[in-house]
C-alpha cells in the first residue's frame, strides 16, 4: 500500500543552523502538509500546499519557514536559522488521490529534529 | 477554533475488553478523522468520518458522530496489547483544510 516516505528519520542540528526536512508524498496526491508535535504536545499544522503554492499557513510558520516541491515526486520544509524551540517531531502529510475520500490525510512516520 | 478535545486523557484495561475514546469539538466541520501513534512514531490514519454519517465500522473499530453535541467516539472492541497507543480526534473545515488536533487520549492495553 503506497505511503508517504520522510527521511532524515533524526536529524540534530546546532542552533542558527539551516536544516532541510524531506518527504515523499503518496503518488497522485494533490494535497500536501507539514505538522509538527513538540515532544508531549499536540500535533499542530504549520502549512499546506496546493497547485505549488501555499494555500493556508499559521502562525508558526514565520519567515524562517519555506517549503517547495522541487520535482514531481519530493516535498520539503526548510527552517532558515534553526532555534531550539524548533525541537520537535515533524510530520509530512498528503491527501486527495482521484477517487479518494475527500478530506482524508495521510501522514509519513516523521523526521525528530533536535536543536543543540 | 475546530479544537477537538479527546477523554479521558489516559485509559487502562485488560485484553479482550473494549475501549471506548470521547472527542469534543467546537464548530462545524466537514469531516473527523481517528489516528493512532505508538510512542514517539508517526500518525496512522485509522477512519474518516463525515458530517451526515452518524456511525462507521472499520474491523474491530466503531466510530459515530452527534454533529448536534459536536462529538465522536471511538470505540475499539476486543482490545489487544498490540492496541497500546495514542489515540487522536482531528477535525477539519471545507476541503482540504489544515486538520486540527486534540491532545489525545492514551490507552493502554495489559495483557
Known amino acids: 500500500e503506497p505511503e508517504v516516505t520522510q527521511t532524515p528519520s533524526h536529524q540534530v542540528t546546532q542552533m542558527g543552523q539551516e536544516v532541510i526536512l524531506r518527504c515523499v508524498p503518496i503518488?497522485?496526491?494533490?494535497?500536501f502538509y507539514w505538522y509538527r508535535q513538540i515532544l508531549g504536545q499536540k500535533v499542530e499544522f504549520l502549512v499546506s500546499f496546493y497547485n505549488n503554492e501555499i494555500s493556508e499557513k499559521s502562525e508558526i510558520f514565520d519567515d524562517q519557514f519555506s517549503v517547495e516541491r522541487p520535482d514531481g515526486s519530493n516535498f520539503t520544509l526548510k527552517i532558515r536559522s534553526t532555534k531550539l524551540e524548533d525541537s520537535a517531531m515533524y510530520f509530512c502529510?498528503?491527501?486527495?488521490?482521484?477517487?479518494?475520500?475527500?478530506?482524508?490525510?495521510?501522514f509519513g512516520p516523521g523526521t525528530r529534529l533536535t536543536v543543540l | 477554533s475546530q479544537q477537538g478535545e479527546e477523554d479521558p486523557q489516559a485509559l487502562s484495561i485488560q485484553e479482550g475488553e473494549n475501549a471506548t475514546m470521547n472527542c469534543s469539538y467546537k464548530?462545524?466541520?466537514?469531516?473527523l478523522q481517528w489516528y493512532r501513534q505508538n510512542s514517539g512514531r508517526g500518525l496512522v490514519h485509522l477512519i474518516l468520518i463525515r458530517s451526515n454519517e452518524r456511525e462507521k465500522h472499520s474491523g474491530r473499530l466503531r466510530v459515530t458522530l452527534d454533529t448536534s453535541k459536536k462529538s465522536s467516539s471511538l470505540l475499539i472492541t476486543a482490545s489487544r496489547a498490540a492496541d497500546t497507543a495514542s489515540y487522536f480526534c482531528?477535525?477539519?473545515?471545507?476541503?482540504?483544510?489544515?486538520?486540527?488536533f486534540g491532545a489525545g487520549t492514551r490507552l493502554a492495553v495489559h495483557p
Open positions: 503518488s497522485n496526491h494533490l494535497y
Open positions: 482531528a477535525t477539519d473545515g471545507m476541503g482540504y483544510n489544515k486538520l486540527i
Open positions: 502529510a498528503s491527501g486527495g488521490r482521484a477517487g479518494g475520500s475527500y478530506g482524508e490525510q495521510f
Open positions: 464548530t462545524s466541520i466537514n469531516n
